[in-house]
């Protein structure tokens, strides 16, 4: 198996697994946990949606007062903005360049390849222990706005 068909091959499990656990049960969702734990939904996603259910369940009505459940849940949004989160690999070609993909590429010939990439704008000053020898390396890159949108 060639190092494309293997990189593929991967893809296509993460698709599968990340299927069964949009679809599946809480069993499903813990198994699918276990084998790719990045998959997992953080704890202040559980908790909004915890919060949206336990809302919805309350009614629009608080003993003979109107609820606001609306307001309150676009107050509660805009409080803080969760950062933006990109995952992907990251190597850097022979010519020195650092890219972001969104699949493990593989080596061909002086560059690396991958079914898809994200962006080819990686400063060196992020990772300036990558070499062009090193295999790629998978990575989380946070994106937080520092002033308001508004």
Not at 17 to 45: F, H, N, V
């Amino acid at each position: 198996m060639t190092q494309e068909e293997k990189a593929n091959a991967y893809d296509e499990m993460v698709h599968k697994i990340k299927e069964l656990y949009e679809t599946g049960d809480d069993s499903t969702r813990q198994q699918m946990e276990s084998i790719c734990p990045e998959i997992a939904k953080s704890e202040d996603e559980k908790l909004r949606e915890w919060l949206y259910e336990y809302i919805g369940r309350v009614g629009k009505t608080w003993g003979n007062q109107p609820f606001p459940y609306t307001q309150i849940l676009t107050w509660i949004e805009k409080q803080k903005e969760p950062p933006k989160k990109v995952k992907g690999w990251v190597a850097r070609d022979k010519d020195g360049n650092i890219t972001l993909y969104e699949d493990k590429p593989f080596r061909d010939g002086e560059i690396w390849k991958g079914c898809s990439w994200k962006s080819s704008m990686i400063y060196d000053l992020f990772l300036p222990d990558l070499k062009w020898e090193d295999e790629p390396v998978e990575v989380e890159l946070s994106i937080t706005r520092t002033t308001n949108k508004d």
